[in-house]
């Protein structure tokens, strides 16, 4: 029986950010509140990707260990957790939302440190992970049931219950606020969670793990297991106790998680995966504020946003003006560089693989016969910097418009009018987010019905508000986070029918 392993404590390493501040960083798996050595033995090296440093090692957990989570995840469960009054749970995510609040700027340093965002975003990003910790608890006592009329002679309720231990399996691109749209959630509903961090980015998640412990979670609640997707993400997504799981990450691998979900115990999936979301801009759109939209669209975190608006689609009257605008705008202020300096919009992307992976579409739209209107390069010869990359004079059949690259690499198309620009636009297996800018109100809401994604922005781009519900169809996946929606995913309804005499 796993849980009569011995365990041993791991002390947290002292690290100091590149903008100098002094904390403490856990480097053990946390399991049953306290933080542990893996029982691989094995550790796994967090580089930043800046500087292609090592900044320390964390344990990379075993099956073994993630069976411990998972019993010790189960235990939590089953003891008053899932049934005591939500509003309990409610303040423990409150004071968590408050210390992260305290903290926010260590945190956000740990994350241009862990991952390579320019500081700017990383304060953002902890922004929206603050309002959505609070929003999450907020709902904790409103995920009631309803009652059903059927007539006199019965009464009928439902119960929205917690599903039980929650595996959840993030990505790097948002280390932290992923990790907060999975657990909050989870938590207010009266679940227990066995959480996998990205291999690259564990840092921000054993940190918040901390915080956990700080503002007095039950051990169990909250389970933290660093380590290989192939071993650990895979022993989570079998596992026979873990009810739910929920996964953040690439199409192919979710492809994996589901069918391995079902011939394990038929858990519940929900998937949030991959994009290649269109962003059109119609001959009436103002300039002046589309090309920072834009921008945000396919720049933002180095383009490492699944809902990256990576193929812009320009209406014909406005296509000549619109290039030689967005070069010159991103020329003048689109800088790359270490995360930071305060003057540096983008910075580096997360790691050696994605950033080969990037450049060799890079190379592939050349050989395809698409014409780059800026960019195309890496930037120094140190750390992973790719300068903002924009293709036109691309066709529709072309890789580097039909496949997600994930870095920030743009195609840009032209279009003649809404049905042309739509029928292009919806044009792909994937369906998670698209952009529209106009002056036109018709335009903007007709085009919005149209387009299949799971969220439309208009005169606006990766946006993201903490009340309003996030995910993706079609292959980029099920299911919501965020908002009311997500609930769905974490509870189970219960009829309860009742014959009156
Ligand atoms: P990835 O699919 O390689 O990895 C995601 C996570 O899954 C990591 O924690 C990884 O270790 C784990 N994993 C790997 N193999 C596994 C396996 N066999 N079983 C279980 N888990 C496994 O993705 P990535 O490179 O970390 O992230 C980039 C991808 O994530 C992109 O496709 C991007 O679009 C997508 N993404 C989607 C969203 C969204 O909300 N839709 C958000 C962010 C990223
Ligand atoms: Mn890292």
Not at 159 to 177: A, D, H, T, Y
């Amino acid at each position: 029986m796993s849980s009569t392993i011995e365990r041993t404590k791991v002390d947290s390493a002292k690290i100091i950010t590149p903008n100098g501040l002094t904390y403490q960083q856990p480097v053990g798996l946390f399991i049953n509140n306290e933080f542990v050595k893996a029982q691989s033995g094995k550790t796994l090296k967090v580089e930043d990707p800046s500087t292609e440093e090592v900044v320390v090692e964390v344990e990379s957990a075993s099956s073994e260990d993630v069976n411990y989570a998972v019993d010790c995840a189960e235990a939590a469960f089953n003891s008053s957790w899932s049934t005591r009054d939500p509003r309990e749970r409610a303040r423990y995510l409150f004071k968590l939302a408050d210390l992260v609040e305290e903290r926010k700027e260590l945190i956000a340093s740990i994350e241009s440190m862990d991952n390579g965002k320019a500081l700017a975003l990383a304060r953002g990003d902890v922004e929206l992970v603050i309002n959505y910790i609070r929003v999450a608890a907020g709902y904790a006592d409103k995920i009631g049931g309803r009652t059903i009329n059927t007539g006199e002679n019965y009464v009928n309720y439902t119960l929205r219950e917690p599903v039980g231990v929650c595996g959840q399996i993030i990505p790097w691109n948002f280390p932290l606020m992923m990790l907060s749209w999975k657990i909050a959630p989870a938590l207010a509903a009266g679940n227990t969670v066995v959480l996998k961090p990205a291999s690259p980015t564990p840092l921000n998640a054993l940190y918040f793990a901390s915080l956990c412990k700080e503002v007095g979670i039950p051990a169990g609640v909250v389970n933290i297991v660093p380590g290989p997707g192939r071993s650990v993400g895979d022993t989570i997504t079998n596992h026979p106790k873990i009810r739910k799981v929920a996964f953040t990450g690439s199409t192919e691998i979710g492809r994996d998680i589901a069918v391995k979900a079902a011939q394990s115990n038929l858990k519940k999936v929900t998937l949030e995966l991959g994009g290649k979301s269109a962003h059109m801009v119609f001959d009436d759109a103002n300039l002046e504020k589309t090309l920072p939209n834009l921008v945000n669209g396919i720049f933002l975190n180095a383009g490492q946003i699944c809902s990256s608006g990576s193929r812009i689609y320009v209406q014909e009257g406005i296509y000549d003006r619109l290039l030689t605008s967005f070069k010159k705008y991103i020329e003048e202020n689109i800088k790359v560089g270490s995360p930071f300096d305060e003057s540096n919009f983008q910075g580096a992307i997360n790691n050696k693989s994605q950033f080969d992976t990037i450049m060799n579409y890079i190379s592939i739209g050349q050989e395809e016969g698409a014409k780059v209107l800026t960019g195309g390069v890496r930037v120094g010869d140190k750390g992973f910097f790719v300068r903002p990359t924009v293709f036109y004079d691309v066709t529709e059949d072309m890789r580097i418009v039909k496949e997600e690259i994930f870095g920030p690499v743009v195609t840009i198309s032209k279009f003649k009018d809404i049905e042309d620009g739509v029928a292009m636009a919806n044009d792909s297996e994937f369906g998670l987010g698209a952009g529209i800018e106009t002056e036109n109100i018709s335009t903007a809401l007709k085009v919005s019905k149209k387009l299949k994604a799971g969220t439309v922005w208009v005169n606006t781009y990766n946006d993201f508000d903490a009340s309003v519900p996030f995910g993706g169809c079609k292959q980029s996946g099920y299911g919501r986070e965020m908002g009311e929606e997500v609930f769905e995913a974490y509870t189970t309804v219960k009829a309860v029918r009742i014959k009156l005499d």
